[in-house]
């Protein structure tokens, strides 16, 4: 059998590409990575001769090292053109490694760059049933008055963490919530009306954030956006939380942009691909 033409890189000498164990006894484990990470970059699913010509392994330890990475389902080996690919097992993995993320451990270093941006406190919430819990805070360097404290719950039609975590549920969902949802007014601002909420998540779903206009607390302000999740659900979201007699509305566009931009960062970092 000829081998088709090689696309996989070979900057370095085949023996040079093969990093050595830094752990005695683990060779044939660096060696089985360093295949997968061959398949996983080269430019079309490489051949046996292309494994070897790159690894310089010989035939029988290349052999041997692919027959126990497809048994483990770490490398699929396609007949029809003699062809090795990732497998799905890996899929699997990395689905493993994106469930265990910690959205709170992730996103505290966007929460302190956002307070450093605005001076205002910044917030993180998570979805529970019909409200928002807010799991992590970082005060501003101004006084806001009264603030929302970790285990806390806001709900969602009344302040910005929940309306930017409701107006992103899917539509289905959306109608389930919004039929069951407690309207209560908080304050002379709040939206108690179900068909103008719906119209309202529209507008934030389009805009890309939220705007809480003292409609959970008097004298309170508060901008959020969405985070989502690595299957493209909606986990959370972000806000400032700014005074009212502070707040400008000159600066909505250029606060909510900002909050946009942190909840994109802790997004892509929670495997959430933009599409």
Not at 13 to 25: D, L, T, Y
Not at 69 to 98: A, F, M, N, P, T
Not at 114 to 129: C, F, I, K, N, S
Not at 202 to 213: I, S, W
Request: hydrophobic fraction near 35%; glycine fraction near 8%.
């Amino acid at each position: 059998m000829t081998p088709k033409s090689s696309s996989v890189k070979t900057e370095t000498s085949p023996r040079e590409s093969m990093p050595e164990a830094a752990v005695q006894g683990t060779a044939a484990l660096v060696k089985g990575i360093n295949i997968l990470k061959i398949i996983a970059e080269a430019g079309e699913p490489p051949v046996f001769g292309d494994l070897q010509s790159v690894t310089g392994l010989p035939k029988g330890t290349l052999h041997r090292i692919l027959k126990a990475l497809i048994h483990e389902g770490l490398v699929r080996y396609e007949d029809r053109d003699k062809s090795y690919h990732l497998g799905l097992q890996l899929l699997s993995l990395s689905y493993q490694v994106l469930e265990e993320l910690d959205i709170r451990d992730i996103a505290r270093g966007e929460l302190m760059r956002l307070r450093d941006l605005t001076g205002e406190a910044v917030h993180l919430a998570v979805p529970d049933g019909h409200s928002a819990i807010y799991i992590d805070m970082v005060e501003g360097r101004h006084a806001v008055g009264p603030i929302a404290r970790i285990g806390s719950a806001s709900s969602f039609h009344n302040s910005a963490v929940g309306k930017a975590i409701a107006a992103n549920l899917p539509p289905d969902e959306l109608s389930a919530v919004l039929s069951q949802l407690q309207m209560t007014e908080s304050t002379s601002s709040t939206i108690t009306s179900r068909r103008k909420l719906r119209a309202h998540l529209d507008e934030v779903r389009r805009l890309g954030y939220a705007v809480n206009e003292e409609e959970e607390n008097t004298g309170i302000h508060g901008i959020a956006a969405p985070v989502f999740g690595h299957r493209g659900e909606v986990i959370g979201s972000i806000c400032i939380t700014i005074p009212s007699y502070r707040f400008d509305s000159s600066k909505t566009e250029d606060y909510g942009s900002a909050v946009i931009d942190a909840a994109r960062s802790v997004s892509g970092r929670m495997g959430h691909t933009r599409r």
